[in-house]
């Protein structure tokens, strides 16, 4: 049975348009607010209509020498065109960024998911240096 992580898809953010792209001081001081955030379609834009856009967008921390990940946020993008006229008759397309805040005693791994209603799960990742 393939393993979920097999799932998550990742390549060159400037070549694919689905990889969530993170926006992130490289560095931070112990205890200050970081803001982070993450947008699909920052070279190449992702289609948003009612039949293909991203659905959602999640944020984790990994800090260094810890086992597990931490889920800073999640995102769900709700409108994509679809109106009581039927796809794409509305006006109304949400955008697919995340902004979300954490602070952190820790150096470590900043991660996004994104997930794509017809090509599925994305990564992306940054370092984050804490002093
Ligand atoms: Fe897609």
Redesign the pocket.
Known sequence: MPLFKDLLQSADWKAEK?VPVIDAPDKAKKGEIVKISATVGKEIA??NKTE?HICWVAIYFHPEGEKFPYQIGRVEFSSHGSSVQGPDTSSVYTHPEASLSFKTDKAGVIYAASY?N??GLWQGSKDLKVS
């Open positions: 689905h992702h289609p293909h794509c017809i090509h």
